[in-house]
């Protein structure tokens, strides 16, 4: 099947840093690419949507200004957790479907922040 | 609104027993259902899906799923699990016709002792 990686797969920063994560669909692409976030113990949580060529569009209570999206190409997007405090720690997920449609979406492996 | 949910948490069982997982949905219009499974460390993988047709789906590592569109249930099953059938599994949902952008169920960690 088609394969979306993330990188990196765990990261620990301290509080006020900001942390780059990328989603790479490998050998297919993809205009839109979703992001999750995944609690201990709950499930993933749709954070946004990803669109190449245009703005993210956030769900209900995810801060834009916070969790920074840029999909630049048909390949890459990327999370961007700005200013990172200990409460952003958490298991970040992407995800890209192959098309519009009645398709299957792809994941990447997740990562792990830790914010101390 | 949109939701999927899951009936188990955690569920304990011993190889060559039988599984049934619960999974309930509510979508407002047509919906596409899939089963997705994590093994420790690994990625979220695809076990099954469900579009339209043959309500009863049958997917990868012998595992299976029934829509029952009156009950709003998608449960996965299979008749004998294996050791290597312990992960986490989480049925998901999402409007027919779109990108698959899906709501999860909670998860349900299954354990099968050998």
């Known amino acids: 099947g088609a394969v979306v990686s993330q990188h990196p797969s765990w990261v620990i920063c301290k509080s006020g840093t900001s942390v780059k994560i990328e989603c790479r669909s490998l050998d297919f692409q993809a205009t839109t690419m979703f992001w999750y976030r995944q609690f201990p113990k709950q499930s993933l949580m749709l954070m946004a949507t990803?669109?190449?060529?245009?703005?993210?569009?956030?769900e209900q209570g995810v801060e834009k200004d916070k969790f920074l999206i840029n999909h630049a190409s048909l390949t890459l997007s990327t999370l961007t957790v700005t200013s990172a405090h200990p409460e952003d720690s958490s298991f970040y997920i992407c995800s890209a479907p192959l098309g519009p449609g009645n398709t299957e979406a792809f994941f990447g492996q997740g990562t792990r922040l830790t914010v101390v | 609104a949109q939701s999927v949910s899951q009936h188990n948490h955690h569920v304990i069982l011993s190889e060559a027993a039988s599984l049934e997982l619960g999974c309930n949905y509510s979508?407002?219009?047509?919906?596409?259902l899939f089963w997705y499974v994590q093994y420790p460390g690994q990625h979220l993988q695809l076990l099954l899906k469900?579009?339209?047709?043959?309500?009863l789906v049958k997917g990868i590592k012998g595992f299976e799923a029934e829509f029952i569109k009156s009950k709003f249930s998608f449960n996965l099953r299979k008749p004998s699990v294996q050791w290597s059938d312990t992960a986490e599994y989480f049925c998901?949902?999402?409007?027919?016709?779109?990108?698959?952008?899906?709501?999860f169920g909670t998860g349900t960690k299954l354990q099968v002792i050998p």
């Open positions: 469900y579009f339209s047709g043959d309500p």
């Open positions: 979508y407002g219009g047509t919906v596409n």
């Open positions: 990803s669109n190449e060529g245009s703005k993210a569009t956030y």
């Open positions: 998901a949902g999402g409007a027919s016709g779109g990108y698959q952008k899906v709501t």
